[in-house]
Structure formats: C-alpha cells, structure tokens
C-alpha cells in the first residue's frame, strides 16, 4: 500500500505525552490499534473527525499534528 500525502506526528506526540500507547490512543479516539498504525505510517488518511480527536486528545491545533504534501501528478 502507498503512502498518503499527509503526514503526521503522532509517534513523537504519543511520546511526548507520557509515553502513550497506541491502544491507549485508539481507545481514546475510537477506533482500533490497527487504525492508528496506520495512520502513524501514513498508510491510511482519517477521516477529518478522528483526525480532529486526535488532535483533542494531545492538546495541539490539528495542524501540528497533520500536514499534507501534495503530490503532482506525472504524465
């Protein structure tokens, strides 16, 4: 599976926070460890509300949490 445009850093803020697991984080947010997983290795987008729960539970604007990188197309 390819990467997504948008990054993000939720490993580092995870561990900026206590040393927070990704379960913890998931159930947090609710979804499963798997989601976050994936997130985390920016194998999958989430959808904008999870995106903003994430961003919730570390205290932070969304923005320092997720960016994106668009990608030009080649032809």
């Known amino acids: ?3 997504t445009g948008v990054r993000n ?3 580092k803020m995870r561990f ?3 040393e927070m697991t990704q379960q913890a984080l998931a159930e947090s ?3 499963t460890r798997q ?3 994936a997130i985390e290795k920016e194998k999958y987008s989430p959808s ?3 995106a903003f729960l994430i961003a919730a539970e570390f205290a932070v604007p969304l923005e ?4 994106y990188e668009h990608k ?3 032809r």
Do not use: D, N, P, Y
């Open 1 to 3: 599976m390819a990467k």
């Open 9 to 11: 850093s939720i490993r």
């Open 16 to 18: 900026e926070h206590g």
């Open 29 to 31: 947010v609710g979804v």
């Open 35 to 37: 989601t976050i997983v």
């Open 48 to 50: 904008l509300e999870v």
């Open 64 to 67: 320092s949490v997720f960016s």
């Open 72 to 74: 030009k197309k080649q």
